[in-house]
Nanobody, 123 residues
Framework: QVQLVESGGGLVQAGGSLRLSCAASGPIFNARTMGWFRQAPGKEREFVAGISWSSANTDYADFVKGRFTISRDNAKNTVYLQMNSLKPEDTAVYSC????????????????WGQGTQVTVSS
């Protein structure tokens, strides 16, 4: 059974925006840090952004700071990634993950994963 479901990916031109969503079941979402990761063809998976349960802490990879914003709505069991000023190098499959971690963004530390949503940015 799929426990995390991403949506919102698509094809956009450079400079455009997308908003990704990740919906989870309550037991998985509650009291867990949520993270967004991405993987491009032929490349290793990399951390993009993370957010703590209370939203008191957010962290971003250097290559998305100032362009992407992570947020969560605990009442809806959903985490979001607002992506602005998209670049062709942002093209990748974006996945969300849940884990009992604190400001730790090693993918191996996360317990639950979605299947990902494709983001393609044309030049």
């Amino acid at each position: 059974q799929v426990q995390l479901v991403e949506s919102g990916g698509g094809l956009v031109q450079a400079g455009g925006s997308l908003r990704l969503s990740c919906a989870a079941s309550g037991p998985i979402f509650n009291a867990r840090t949520m993270g967004w990761f991405r993987q491009a063809p032929g490349k290793e998976r990399e951390f993009v952004a993370g957010i703590s349960w209370s939203s008191a802490n957010t962290d971003y990879a250097d290559f998305v700071k100032g362009r992407f914003t992570i947020s969560r709505d605990n009442a809806k069991n959903t985490v979001y990634l607002q992506m602005n000023s998209l670049k062709p190098e942002d093209t990748a499959v974006y996945s969300c993950a849940a884990g009992k971690v604190y400001r730790t963004y090693n993918a191996r530390s996360y317990e639950y994963w979605g299947q990902g949503t494709q983001v393609t940015v044309s030049s």
